[in-house]
């Protein structure tokens, strides 16, 4: 029997950007957990924001258009990617996103190297998408990211689903950095750097963070329509990337002016120390209309000591435990999750910790960093051997 390699490995992650957003949090902090192992991380994308945390942290990264989905491009990067393996002696090519998957599939074939995709999210499905989203399960090894992915492609993907065995695939949940979603590890000019950069007058009235991508199905209008059913005194900020969604956003301003909500509802960009915005919260809300995959807000929040109000579809169903570390209502019952919230804003603040200190065990026990990175790790160390 061979034995799990110990020496150093050249590991290249495929990331379509790097602009926001939790899988590619997770990138990150895979490529910093890998070089602390005294392994070689290399990032592969066409860019974003995120680079200049892989400048901080010495990771080396490479530019290239492995976002576009051009059959001309994917042919051309089949050979770019060739190239870009053999030079930096790569020896696992790792897959975040379909997007790239055919180029990397046939440029590691040719190079001999082993691959591996994570399956982050679900895919529409045609008879052509779903020969293109298949090539997402002929990886050498396969991880999923929640329950929910594995029954998605039980589902959706049989022929494949079949071969996957505990030799060939995982369920790994996404986790979070435990330390540095610690509202203990923030002080108070980090926490009144965000009141003054959301300028919050009153830091008595409720606060409902709800950060999210500006995109229609994370449900900011659904969370709107039922904010307006509460008469109650608070201030919900609604953070995230309007990054190719402008005119969204740009409607979402608009129904809150006509319901008038702006004093109740405010909007502003990505947040950059997202422990300090989760620190002066009093509760979070994660109202997603269509399933995530797994969802990293609720476990973010928890691990901050927060109560989370999530849909229930996907992986929110997975990571809070219902009426003890958060609450799930109905993706398609307004009145469900206004009385959710309501709920939350009548509570006292030592109900309100003693949920927060149960979410915290959660994330802990189940959800944190080490747990998912070392389980990756072990995947890589087993598909290289002496």
């Known amino acids: 029997m061979s034995k799990p390699s110990t020496r150093k490995l050249v590991i290249a992650q495929i990331i379509p950007s790097l602009e926001s957003g939790g899988v590619e949090r997770g990138v990150i902090d895979l490529a910093i957990y890998l070089k602390r192992?005294?392994?070689?991380?290399?990032?592969?994308?066409?860019?974003?924001?995120?680079?200049?945390?892989?400048?901080?942290?010495?990771?080396?990264?490479?530019?290239?258009?492995?976002?576009?989905?051009?059959?001309?491009?994917?042919?051309?990067?089949?050979?770019?990617?060739?190239?870009?393996?053999?030079?930096?002696?790569?020896?696992?090519?790792?897959?975040?996103?379909?997007?790239?998957?055919?180029?990397?599939?046939?440029?590691?074939?040719?190079?001999?190297?082993?691959?591996?995709?994570?399956?982050?999210?679900?895919?529409?499905?045609?008879?052509?998408?779903?020969?293109?989203?298949?090539?997402?399960?002929?990886?050498?090894?396969?991880?999923?990211?929640?329950?929910?992915?594995?029954?998605?492609?039980?589902?959706?993907?049989?022929?494949?689903?079949?071969?996957?065995?505990?030799?060939?695939?995982?369920?790994?949940?996404?986790?979070?950095?435990?330390?540095?979603?610690?509202?203990?590890?923030?002080?108070?000019?980090?926490?009144?750097?965000?009141?003054?950069?959301?300028?919050?007058?009153?830091?008595?009235?409720?606060?409902?963070?709800?950060?999210?991508?500006?995109?229609?199905?994370?449900?900011?209008?659904?969370?709107?329509?039922?904010?307006?059913?509460?008469?109650?005194?608070?201030?919900?900020?609604?953070?995230?990337?309007?990054h190719g969604h402008d005119q969204y956003l740009t409607r979402l301003k608009n129904k809150v002016n006509n319901l008038e909500l702006s004093s109740k509802i405010k909007f502003v960009d990505n947040c950059s120390d997202m422990p300090a915005a989760y620190a002066i919260c009093d509760f979070v809300i994660a109202p997603s209309i269509k399933a995530e995959a797994f969802g990293r807000i609720p476990i973010e929040a928890q691990s901050c000591q927060k109560p989370i109000i999530a849909s229930n579809i996907g992986g929110y169903l997975e990571t809070i435990i219902d009426n003890k570390t958060g609450f799930i209502f109905d993706n398609n019952n307004i009145n469900d999750l206004t009385l959710k919230i309501t709920n939350l804003l009548n509570m006292p603040n030592s109900q309100l910790e003693f949920i927060g200190k149960a979410g915290r065990d959660n994330v802990v026990n189940n959800f944190s960093n080490d747990i998912m990175l070392k389980k990756t790790l072990n995947i890589y160390l087993s598909l290289t051997t002496l």
């Open 37 to 242: 192992h005294n392994h070689q991380p290399i990032i592969i994308t066409s860019g974003g924001r995120m680079i200049n945390q892989l400048k901080e942290n010495n990771i080396k990264y490479i530019i290239l258009n492995v976002k576009s989905k051009n059959p001309v491009n994917i042919i051309t990067n089949i050979i770019k990617l060739k190239q870009i393996i053999k030079y930096n002696k790569i020896d696992i090519l790792h897959i975040r996103s379909r997007a790239p998957m055919i180029s990397a599939f046939y440029a590691s074939k040719i190079q001999k190297i082993k691959l591996v995709s994570t399956i982050h999210g679900t895919y529409s499905i045609n008879i052509f998408k779903r020969l293109y989203n298949s090539y997402m399960l002929k990886a050498k090894y396969v991880i999923m990211v929640s329950s929910f992915i594995k029954n998605y492609v039980r589902s959706n993907y049989p022929k494949y689903f079949n071969k996957l065995n505990y030799n060939n695939s995982q369920i790994i949940n996404r986790g979070v950095d435990i330390n540095y979603f610690n509202i203990d590890n923030i002080d108070k000019i980090r926490i009144n750097n965000i009141i003054d950069q959301w300028q919050i007058a009153n830091l008595e009235t409720k606060l409902i963070f709800v950060p999210a991508r500006f995109t229609s199905w994370k449900g900011h209008e659904f969370l709107i329509d039922a904010l307006n059913n509460i008469n109650k005194n608070f201030l919900c900020i609604m953070a995230g990337s309007s």
